[in-house]
């Protein structure tokens, strides 16, 4: 405390226009407010379905899987049925779950799987990146049956949660610019698969401005589901589908694997920033030890002291998330395969020895720094939403294909993207994957494992032990640093839920050692200080992930909140 001083710190049976009935909406920069309940999610369609699921009786596990469906369809980029992620949910008495429907390896997946003839990791097609030999076991449609099944109203059939996302692939959408420009961005690696090439690039010569999309193939698939749940993903028509292209092409997914897949229950991590308590998902996600282990590191400190944007404020983001993720590449894994030490990541003790070694005025170096001492035993693309109903159930939800497009693959007769979460393994100790991350031999590739992932859905407690807000966000790695720092402004900065998430960012994941800062986010001053410290800098400034959130306000009001750096729309009623 000596050192903190020193500082100066959701138609169910609805049409696709008369389902999205008036609702309040954000004028920015403020939250959206609604009195009864809230959904924020990065496409507004998308949130307009799930609201109109809470307002026919459904609960938020019910918008939460409505939501997640019809993404699927109207944020293909990201939103799917063809990946997987997490959801973590609390009931209106208390109670905590997380439902881990993260992707596995296949079985015929090996640790040297991507390495090539020469002994180098393959790059392109073939890769963990791109192809189809890049994706894991899809997991989204068995996790949300689960959370349906164990955790929905009852009120609100499955198929009436599916239809939303069915009527869309099949009647169309209009196309806006956002979605277009991505399409474009990504035309050279979906022009390589024909199935992407005729679903998202028009058969070849693209989209314009207000064109409609329509995905009968995936309509197909979700009129399939729709009626048989999702054992048909798994084990029937759909299922078949994928294992044949997936066979036609060198892929690697079967027909076992499909069958074989399973969701499973995790119990959530409990943490706590400055009293008030903060749970979010366990292994095989590092995005929450990574995040308590990082804000036990600050509490050591006056971080409301410091200006939100000052060289010192950010010195001590990057020098704790410099060791958080140091002890994500050492110690962090799928806990069915490695025993991942999380008890102590998370203790305070722990994060005061970790922070010991910080310098104000100095920044340290990755090289040396390294990960903590523990003794183990032997033995960007993502997208987050959240929803909050009117009797407080709250649940936020990440998902994710890893890359934009994930694999770039569309499977024949399906309209599926699929995943590229291979990647999310360690390929070889040592080198970066995609997002630059050096990943440990804890997170090697074996048969039927779940890679490690930087997903980060959160919810923190009200001092009184009530719901307070909820967050996730989407962009790989910077995921767990931009819920770290909108946590910070909330609770150190008294920001709003929308300021907080819209306030600048930084990001520093230990390698490589240098500092991700934001176009607009940095003074010329504060940089040159920063650099005066020993700091180096990303060349090339850029958004730091995007966030997505809900909170209930001292008045019960449900606020909500999507980051301003992406699309989408908070709606309440």
């Not at 079985?107 to 180098?120: T, V």
């Not at 196309?175 to 474009?184: A, E, H, M, S, V």
């Not at 991942?340 to 040396?368: C, F, G």
């Not at 929308?498 to 001053?525: K, V």
Request: net charge neutral; hydrophobic share 40%.
């Amino acid at each position: 405390m000596q050192r903190s001083r020193a500082i100066a710190a959701v138609a169910i049976v609805f049409s696709l226009v008369t389902a999205f009935l008036p609702c309040v909406t954000r004028a920015a920069p403020l939250p959206a407010r609604g009195r009864h309940g809230m959904v924020a999610a990065q496409q507004e369609i998308a949130s307009k379905v799930g609201v109109a699921v809470l307002k026919l009786g459904g609960n938020a596990v019910d918008a939460a899987i409505a939501v997640g469906l019809a993404l699927a369809v109207v944020y293909p980029e990201a939103g799917n049925i063809g990946g997987g992620g997490f959801m973590l949910m609390r009931n209106a008495n208390g109670e905590f779950h997380a439902i881990d429907y993260r992707e596995t390896a296949p079985k015929a997946a090996g640790q040297d799987l991507y390495i090539g003839a020469n002994g180098e990791v393959i790059k392109g097609e073939g890769s963990s990146t791109e192809g189809y030999r890049a994706s894991g076991i899809p997991g989204t449609l068995a996790g949300f049956e689960l959370a349906f099944k164990k955790y929905g109203s009852g009120k609100i059939r499955w198929a009436d949660l599916v239809r939303p996302a069915r009527l869309l692939a099949q009647n169309g959408f209009e196309l806006g610019f956002r979605l277009i420009k991505q399409f474009n961005e990504d035309k050279a690696k979906l022009e390589k698969y024909p199935e992407s090439t005729r679903i998202f690039l028009n058969g070849g010569p693209g989209f314009t401005e207000g064109d409609t999309l329509r995905q009968p193939d995936l309509a197909k698939v979700l009129s399939r589901v729709e009626r048989l749940g999702a054992r048909d993903f798994y084990s029937g028509e759909t299922a078949r589908l994928i294992a044949a292209d997936m066979k036609a092409r060198d892929g690697l997914v079967t027909l076992a694997d499909l069958a074989g897949y399973k969701p499973k229950e995790r119990t959530p991590i409990h943490g706590s920033y400055r009293g008030y308590e903060v749970v979010s998902m366990s292994p095989p996600s590092s995005g929450g030890i990574v995040m308590l282990e990082v804000l036990n590191m600050l509490e050591n400190y006056d971080v409301a002291a410091t200006k939100p944007n000052s060289a010192l404020r950010y010195h001590l983001l990057a020098e704790t998330m410099r060791r958080g993720f140091a002890d994500r590449a050492e110690f962090v894994g799928d806990p069915e395969f490695t025993k991942v030490p999380v008890a102590k990541l998370i203790d305070k003790a722990y994060a005061r020895s970790r922070a010991s070694s910080i310098d104000l005025q100095h920044a340290s170096s990755s090289s040396t720094i390294g990960h903590g001492e523990i003794t183990v035993a032997e033995s960007t693309d993502t997208t987050n939403y959240a929803v909050v109903d009117a009797a407080g159930n709250v649940v936020v939800n990440t998902y994710t294909l890893n890359d934009l497009y994930g694999s770039k693959v569309t499977i024949k007769g399906t309209g599926i993207l699929m995943n590229d979460e291979m990647d999310d393994f360690t390929s070889r100790p040592g080198v970066p994957n995609t997002f630059g991350l050096i990943q440990g031999a804890q997170n090697a590739i074996q048969p039927g494992k779940r890679p490690l992932s930087s997903m980060t859905p959160t919810i923190v407690l009200k001092k009184d032990g009530s719901f307070w807000f909820g967050l996730g966000a989407r962009g790989g790695p910077r995921i767990t640093s931009a819920v770290i720092q909108t946590i910070v402004n909330v609770i150190d900065d008294d920001m709003d839920i929308q300021a907080a998430m819209d306030a600048p960012r930084i990001h520093h994941q230990w390698m490589p050692d240098e500092i991700r800062y934001e176009p607009g986010g940095f003074s010329p001053d504060t940089l040159s200080i920063l650099a005066s410290f020993g700091h180096a800098f990303v060349k090339k400034p850029e958004n730091n992930a995007s966030v997505t959130g809900v909170m209930i306000d001292e008045k019960g009001m449900r606020l909500g909140a999507v980051d301003s750096r992406a699309g989408g729309l908070a709606i309440g009623y």
